[in-house]
C-alpha cells in the first residue's frame, strides 16, 4: 500500500494566479497521475508523470496550464497556471504499485477559483 | 467516447439489501477491473478488483462478478449497511498501458 499526503487540502485563488499543488508518496513508486474531478463527478486523468522523463498530457490538458514537477521517486507537484473559474474542480494525485495496477489516491485538493 | 460504462447513476437501497451496480467496457485489451469507493471529501479508495481469468471475487460482503464474454462486470453489496453510503467508481486497466478507465460513478444510498 501507499500513504499520500497531498497539499494543500483546499485554497480559493484568485483567477489569472497559479498554485501548485504537492503529492507526497510514503514509499517510492514509479508512476504518479494527476486526476480532475468535478463535485460528483468521474475522475479525468490530466496526465501522468515519471521520475526522470517528461510528464505525458492526456487530450485537452496542455504543459504550460498544468506544468508537472517529478524531482524523485516519493513526490511530484501540479501546478494550475492562469487560474480562472473554469479550473475550479477537485485535483487528486494518484500513485500505482507493484504489478497489479493498484491505485492509491490522496485525499485531494479542493480549489476555488473566483 | 465513454469506454466504460456505469449503471445505474444512482442507487438507493434499503438496510440488509443488495446493492447491484453495473458495467460494460468495449476495448478486449483490458484486463484488470477494480472498483473504488469514494466518501465525500475523500479520494478514491480500491475496494476490490478481478482481472478475467476469474468470473468472481468475493471479499467480505463485497462481491465482483465478471462476465468476459458479454464484456461486463458488476458489484454486488450484500446486506448493505448505512456506512456503505458512498460513491462507487468501476475502472478498467489494460497490460502494460498503467492508466485506468473510469466509470462515471453509481451514488449508493443505504436508508436505515
Not at chain 1, 29 to 35: A, E, H, I, L, S
Not at chain 2, 65 to 89: E, R, V
Request: hydrophobic share 35%; net charge neutral.
Amino acid at each position: 500500500s501507499a500513504v499520500i499526503s497531498q497539499k494543500p487540502s483546499r485554497d480559493i485563488c484568485q483567477r489569472g494566479t497559479s498554485l501548485t499543488i504537492q503529492c507526497q508518496v510514503d514509499s517510492q513508486v514509479t508512476m504518479m497521475f494527476w486526476y480532475r474531478q468535478q463535485p460528483g463527478q468521474s475522475l479525468t486523468l490530466i496526465a501522468t508523470a515519471n521520475q526522470g522523463s517528461e510528464a505525458t498530457y492526456e487530450s485537452g490538458f496542455v504543459i504550460d496550464k498544468f506544468p508537472i514537477s517529478r524531482p524523485n521517486l516519493t513526490f511530484s507537484t501540479l501546478t494550475v497556471s492562469n487560474m480562472s473559474p473554469e479550473d475550479s474542480s477537485i485535483y487528486l494525485c494518484s500513485v500505482e504499485t507493484g504489478m497489479n495496477t493498484e491505485a492509491f489516491f490522496g485525499q485531494g485538493t479542493r480549489l476555488t477559483v473566483v | 467516447q465513454q469506454q466504460v460504462k456505469q449503471s445505474p447513476q444512482s442507487l438507493i437501497v434499503q438496510k440488509g439489501g443488495i446493492s447491484i451496480i453495473n458495467c460494460a467496457y468495449e476495448n478486449t485489451a483490458f484486463d484488470y477491473f477494480p472498483w473504488y469507493q469514494q466518501f465525500p471529501g475523500k479520494g478514491p479508495a480500491l475496494l476490490i478488483a478481478i482481472r478475467p481469468d476469474v468470473s468472481e471475487k468475493k471479499e467480505g460482503r463485497f462481491t465482483i462478478s465478471f462476465n468476459k464474454s458479454a464484456k461486463q462486470f458488476s458489484l454486488h453489496i450484500m446486506d448493505s449497511q448505512p456506512g456503505d453510503s458512498a460513491t462507487y467508481f468501476c475502472a478498467a486497466g489494460a497490460g502494460n498501458n498503467r492508466k485506468l478507465i473510469w466509470g462515471l460513478g453509481t451514488s449508493l444510498a443505504v436508508n436505515p
